[in-house]
């Protein structure tokens, strides 16, 4: 990186917004996966759209890899910079420029933090469901970067569904507008479709146009423990052939209740083998409905106990405690590394079944909790990747566990992306042909490749 270059993004950005610094470039140099860092050669924080754009502009006309990143909370590596590349932080670009109650829609910039997003839509009464378990500090942009998922992914999908359209600038700082503010929109390709997930390969986001639905008009949270993984399981698949879909479906092992109850005491019960936690919400009559229902459906399947929150505090605590399960695992060894293998929702009896058979196989602590709902769950595993042989086994466990997934039909990520960490894994899941045309549209929109190399396809 050459001073006449820094001054020119200086000029850009402001001074003040270029952090050359060693130890502010180290604190870029990571994300939440368990990667080697890579510090980058410099940092950018843009704070208005002309700053973002021009700043993508110049990287491409030096030839300099970019990596842009909000809060850097992906378990993917979707965010390692690339080695003497710059990194743009979006956290100066965060306003919510319009809720606009009418039409139900949003227009955000990428640095909004997702849950006070959630928050202000919510005092109007409005809704947006995606709630990644990283909310409180994980950005919008990052967020449709990855297309995370959530606790409500089973009855209300994920990012992607709530993506009306993307204005983003592309590698030469033109700004690109996609998808439009109306509920109807089938003009031309749909290029928002492209850009969701990208990992920010193929553009960067300047603003994106969210959709918003009704507040649900009432909840109802309750908690069911069980003997076994296995029959706490069955009920999740018993729940979703009953065709009652609850907006959360959360299973939590042995272990990572214990865990969590160390951590958030939180009053779980640390002595049950299995707990489902679920909430279903929507007009009060049918809430009262499908609550009864599921009790009903858990009590058949072997529930010991099925308790409902009876106050908000209550309902409250519960799911504090369930978005603590990330936190209060990584207490317990140095290393952490959550996956988020999907399989079919028919199939997470048998997925329970593997990881347990993977675990003793491969002498791993695995703890497991996730979103059985939608045959999201996230297999943990508790490690010290400084212990060399140890780190061997866990690596060859964690291919076993891609490879398990895959067998049922499913997927290497349900909501985490492909970022570094899988890209080595997408062969086994989709064809030659598909990665070729991928790389073939990546070279089309990037030819010099300075867009987050190294993501989701490979060099």
Known sequence: ????????????????????????????????AVLDPVIPALVLRPTTQEALGRSVALCNQNGVPLTVRGSG????????????????????????????EADMYAVVEPGVVTAKFAAAVEQKKLFY??????????????????????????????????????????????????GSRTVKCATGYNLGALLV???GTLGVFSRIILKLIPLPAHRKSMMATFPTMRSASETVSAIIAAHVVPAT????????????????????????????????????????????????????HGAEGVRVASTAAERDG???????????????????????ATVPRSRIPEMIVALEEIAKQYDLTIGTFGHAGDGN??????????????????????????????AMGGTL?????????????????TTAGTILYSRRIKAALDPNNILNPGKIIGE
């Not at 965010?79 to 670009?93: D, E, F, Q, S, W």
């Not at 519960?318 to 988020?340: G, H, M, N, Y």
């Not at 769950?377 to 490690?383: F, Q």
Request: net charge negative; with cysteine.
């Open 1 to 32: 990186m050459t001073p006449l270059l820094i001054q020119e993004f200086q000029n850009i950005c402001g001074k003040e917004n270029v952090w050359e610094d060693k130890v502010e470039r180290a604190a870029y140099s990571y994300d939440a």
């Open 249 to 300: 479906l959360e299973i939590m092992d042995q272990f990572t209740i214990q865990a969590v109850e160390n951590f958030s005491h939180a009053g779980l019960p640390t002595e049950a083998a299995a707990l489902l936690l679920i909430e279903v919400d929507g007009h009060p009559a049918q809430v009262e409905d499908d609550a009864a229902r599921v009790e009903t459906i858990c009590r058949e």
């Open 197 to 199: 997930g990208s990992e």
């Open 73 to 100: 909370t992906n378990l993917s590596g979707g965010t390692i910079p690339y080695a003497h590349g710059v990194v743009i932080v979006t956290n100066g670009l965060k306003r919510i420029v319009e809720i606009n």
């Open 413 to 429: 990520s349900g909501e985490h992306g492909t970022g570094i960490a899988k890209a080595r894994f997408l062969a086994k899941e």
């Open 129 to 178: 469901p995606p709630d990644p378990g990283s909310q409180a500090v994980s950005t919008l942009g990052g967020n449709v970067a990855e297309n995370a998922g959530g606790l409500r992914g089973l009855k209300y999908g994920v990012t992607k569904d709530y993506v009306m359209g993307i204005h983003f600038f592309d590698v030469n700082g033109e700004l690109i507008k996609t």
């Open 377 to 406: 769950l996230h297999p943990t595993i508790l490690t010290d990747k400084r212990n060399s042989s140890e780190w061997k086994r866990v690596e060859a466990g964690i291919e076993a566990i891609f490879d398990r997934a895959l």
């Open 318 to 340: 519960v799911w504090a405690a369930r978005r603590s399960a990330l936190s209060a695992l990584a207490q317990l060894k140095p290393t952490l590394v959550l996956e988020d």
